[in-house]
């Protein structure tokens, strides 16, 4: 194995970890930009009450994206399962 596969081993886990992080850091994004505007236009300034429905937020965003989620980390899975003969060489 050289060092170029590894790299490149590695860049494809930190782009499959940035998709998978994205839908659920834009809700919580998204979710806390909104609760803190509301605060704003309120003069609410409590810091606590945003996170029950950033929680909320994520958990819906969890149960929609999930089954994507667990098919793209199943399909690296198993790409890196077929690559360890070409990174042994043994061929392939």
Not at 18 to 45: D, E, M, Y
Not at 74 to 90: K, M, N, Y
């Amino acid at each position: 194995m050289n060092s170029a596969a590894v790299m490149d081993i590695g860049l494809q886990a930190l782009v499959l970890a940035a998709k998978l992080c994205a839908p659920l850091l834009i809700t919580a994004l998204v979710v806390g930009f909104a609760i803190s505007l509301l605060q704003s236009i309120t003069q609410v300034q409590e810091m606590t009450i945003s996170f029950v429905p950033k929680l909320l937020a994520v958990g819906v965003a969890l149960l929609v994206c999930g089954n994507w989620m667990i098919t793209e980390t199943v399909t690296f899975t198993h790409e890196l399962f077929a690559r360890i003969p070409s990174l042994l060489g043994g061929g392939g």
